[in-house]
């Protein structure tokens, strides 16, 4: 049954795009969170995703698919935004407190992205499953 192949391959795309989805949304939720007491703001993170590994046998398994996974998170090396605000408590010694690298119009196209992608691996299941339903239609 090779539909299901196309099955597991639609579903790590959904399972790996709702992944990237969390993390965006993680990053616009902690866009303002500074750091206290001398740590770090909080730091941008990204997901790299990567073709999911399959052995020579696995790729002529009707059964087991390839597909994409999300290997890793990591975070930006982008420099922090500083904002002159010599009044606040977890100002430095010149008077800068320092905000997280994220870019709120960044992350709602990422976001934006992330939601299309996985809109359309959703049609592509709805085909899959479509074609299942003729093929046993064909068999009666």
């Known amino acids: 049954m090779a539909f299901l192949n196309s099955l597991n391959i639609v579903g790590s795309a959904l399972t790996a795009e709702r992944f990237r989805t969390n993390i965006i949304l993680q990053n616009i939720a902690n866009q303002k969170t500074i750091g206290v007491d001398g740590e770090d703001p909080y730091r ?60 709120n119009t960044e992350e709602q196209l990422d976001l934006m992205e992330a939601t299309r992608v996985y809109e359309a691996n959703v049609s592509a299941l709805s085909v899959v499953k479509a074609m299942a339903s003729k093929a046993l239609e064909i068999g009666r």
Not at 70 to 95: I, K, L, N, W
């Open 44 to 103: 941008r993170k990204h997901v790299i995703f990567q073709e999911r590994e399959q052995t020579f046998s696995e790729i002529f398994d009707s059964v087991s698919g390839g597909g994409v996974r999300a290997v890793r998170v990591e975070e930006s090396q982008e420099d922090f935004v500083p904002v002159y605000d010599p009044t606040h408590p977890e100002a430095d010694e010149d008077g800068y407190i320092y905000y997280p690298n994220v870019n």
